[in-house]
């Protein structure tokens, strides 16, 4: 019987992946299967609790040129659906503002006439704190602390980037 030793080449990082170019799709596809799944979320504010960043962004016009100004809030925090808990964040704005048309990922300059996703869920928000507390808001302060302070849902679709992107707000018990 002969000794024989079961020598492996030596691996670095040259040889080993040498002629391997990095697969944006893939890379882009594991990132959107690995997020949490499409659904209805609920906040759960007194076991996770939520924080709101009030915040002021420039408006630009498709040049850059500042035109102006817009107040929003960012809403962030856990929320739950079924055995699943992820960290969700979106933005609602007083200040009414229409969608963009995007060519691509091309902003035109052009404008639907239909409210933009910050606008939408602003109104959501309100109506589900209507719905909840049977009365309109009073102030853009108390519509915050009933969101960082009350159970509410969120709807959200997969984002490019895998993360939860909200379509929807609505008062807790709501739907299914």
Request: proline share 7%.
């Amino acid at each position: 019987m002969t000794d024989e030793t079961n020598e492996q080449p030596e691996v670095n990082m040259e040889t080993l992946f040498q002629d391997e170019v990095i697969n944006a799709e893939q890379v882009n596809q594991t990132i959107r299967d690995s997020g949490a799944p499409a659904g209805t979320y609920q906040s759960d504010p007194d076991e996770y609790p939520l924080n709101a960043y009030p915040k002021e962004r420039e408006l630009k016009d498709v040049e850059g040129a500042v035109i102006g100004k817009r107040r929003s809030i960012d809403i962030v925090g856990l929320f739950s659906m079924k055995d699943t808990r992820t960290r969700i964040r979106f933005t609602i704005s007083p200040d009414y503002g229409k969608r963009k048309v995007y060519e691509g990922d091309q902003w035109t300059g052009e404008y639907l006439d239909k409210p933009d996703s910050q606008s939408k869920l602003y109104a959501q928000s309100v109506k589900a704190y209507e719905a909840t507390v049977k009365e309109m808001p009073k102030s853009i302060p108390a519509l915050v602390e009933f969101l960082t302070s009350t159970p509410f849902r969120v709807r959200t679709m997969v984002g490019r980037d895998g993360e939860p992107v909200v379509l929807a707000v609505s008062p807790a018990g709501r739907g299914r």
